[in-house]
């Protein structure tokens, strides 16, 4: 491996504001500076106050490069586009997570000849349903050198591509070394739990359809819903409807300490994801493994990237995302197997640690 040399990132998300692509991005950011690569990432900004983007950006161990917010959005994207290829003349190795991403690292790629390009797809960015926009994302991964998938459900998505240079990499997290201990126990038994953007993909309207059949068996169980709450509104007057709205509980978006506190004090992490009309998909879970690692079992959707965060009736379960009876069943078998199940979870969680996974995106990077 040659020291110091220059890697670029470009995402369409990063922190500090939450986004499952801006954590992928700035952990392996941060994590190939520790194997001597020089790492900057060009990122927009998202933030309209932008003091708390500043004082993280002042504390990375790499060059962030924040694409400015404009009124006029054909302007921020002129830049963009400027910044972008600016930065990939300067760089040897240029990874792309995100669809614009994807797109412009192609066209920069006719123009830059010698750099070695690499796509992370995540799921809903080669998932479109619009047939112009899923072809311009097929011809943009043709110009791409190697291709990481964060899950098999990921790499299924473009398998008609027939592509040869294609590895799966599963998504890291950051392992909590010593986690306390339940001190106070949230309200609920058994208490579940979501954690995520309170959206049509991430299920928690599936969690809150199997309620009344859930309170049957467990009249004192409680949902736990933390995240953005884009639908909260409409969630909750669906809550309403069954009549369940008192057996749950939106947090919002909360800090990482307040989330962890959540989860240690939770039974069961849920996350009955969907896909939607639009082709947004689930592509992996990581919100799983960070509950697993404290020793909360899951129980996830099948078809769809949580198949590969979820070890089967070891850390957890999966079941269809839309089928009452089945979850129940689930539930009452973690229960019955808790301390199993929850020991299971901390050791399936440990495999995915940033430590092991950033590995196999050197090998990638030194192919």
């Not at 998202?46 to 950006?57: K, Q, T, V, W, Y």
């Not at 002042?58 to 060059?63: D, M």
């Not at 830049?79 to 991403?101: L, P």
């Not at 947090?251 to 992490?269: C, P, Q, T």
């Amino acid at each position: 491996m040659d020291i110091n040399k220059k890697v670029l990132i470009i995402a369409s998300e990063f922190p500090p504001e939450p986004g499952g692509i801006g954590n992928h991005a700035y952990n392996v950011a941060k994590n190939l500076t520790c194997y001597k690569y020089k790492v900057s990432v060009i990122a927009d900004q998202r933030l309209i106050n932008r003091h708390s983007e500043i004082l993280f950006d002042n504390k990375l161990s790499f060059k962030i490069i924040r694409i400015k917010s404009k009124s006029i959005r054909v302007i921020m994207y002129i830049n963009r586009i400027f910044q972008i290829f600016k930065h990939t003349y300067r760089n040897e190795i240029i990874i792309a997570s995100g669809k614009f991403s994807l797109w412009i690292i192609a066209l920069s790629s006719l123009f830059f000849k010698g750099k070695k390009y690499i796509a992370v797809i995540h799921g809903s960015e080669v998932n479109f349903r619009n047939k112009i926009l899923r072809k311009s994302i097929d011809v943009s991964l043709k110009k791409f050198g190697h291709i990481i998938a964060v899950s098999n459900y990921t790499k299924s998505l473009v398998s008609y591509l027939n592509l040869s240079n294609i590895t799966v990499i599963p998504n890291g997290f950051q392992l909590l070394e010593n986690p306390m201990k339940k001190i106070n126990k949230k309200r609920g038994y058994p208490s579940l739990i979501t954690v995520g953007s309170v959206t049509e993909r991430k299920g928690q309207r599936n969690v809150i359809n199997a309620l009344p059949t859930l309170i049957q068996s467990y009249p004192e169980i409680h949902y736990h819903i933390v995240g953005l709450p884009y639908k909260k509104d409409e969630f909750l007057d669906f809550a309403k409807k069954l009549g369940v709205d008192s057996y749950m509980t939106f947090h919002g978006a909360v800090s990482e300490e307040h989330k962890n506190d959540l989860l240690l004090n939770s039974d069961i992490f849920t996350m009955l994801s969907q896909n939607t009309i639009s082709g947004d998909v689930e592509g992996f879970g990581i919100a799983i493994l960070e509950a697993n690692n404290l020793g909360i079992p899951a129980i996830g959707a099948k078809n769809c990237g949580i198949e590969d965060a979820i070890l089967d009736y070891k850390s957890g379960i999966l079941i269809q995302n839309n089928n009452p009876v089945e979850f129940k069943k689930s539930i009452n078998d973690i229960l019955n197997n808790y301390v199993l199940y929850s020991n299971e979870a901390k050791l399936w969680a440990s495999k995915f640690s940033w430590k092991n996974i950033i590995k196999k995106y050197v090998k990638v990077l030194e192919l």
